[in-house]
């Protein structure tokens, strides 16, 4: 699963969430979200915090502000989810099925 969410003053805004992303893909290439014959075969978005899927783009206050990128590696293949979840939904329900999890922090002022 990839997620990358916007967190500002301890609160955390999903921006987008992929998943079922192949293990040999190399790349998710610019502006494909939504764009299912563009993105890696298999790859499911799920609900970002906008309450859709696909990606929107951030559009933060002023101030300093995170940008995390996480990049979740699970025990399995693929995973099945009834409807496209959201992170929150995604982490209940795989919590034992992640063996590790990779964060890229930006910070913006």
Not at 84 to 96: K, L, N, Q, V, Y
């Amino acid at each position: 699963m990839i997620r990358m969410h916007l967190r500002l003053s301890g609160v955390v805004w999903v921006h987008w969430n992929a998943y079922n992303i192949s293990g040999i893909a190399t790349q998710v290439a610019e502006a494909t979200s939504n764009h299912s014959d563009q993105i890696p075969v298999g790859t499911v978005e799920g609900i970002s915090d906008f309450g859709s899927t696909g990606y929107r783009g951030p559009c933060p206050p002023s101030g300093s502000h995170h940008f995390d990128f996480a990049v979740y590696v699970l025990n399995k293949p693929s995973i099945s989810m009834v409807t496209p979840s959201t992170r929150d939904e995604f982490e209940a329900a795989h919590i034992a099925d992640i063996l590790t999890k990779a964060e890229l922090v930006g910070l913006f002022w």
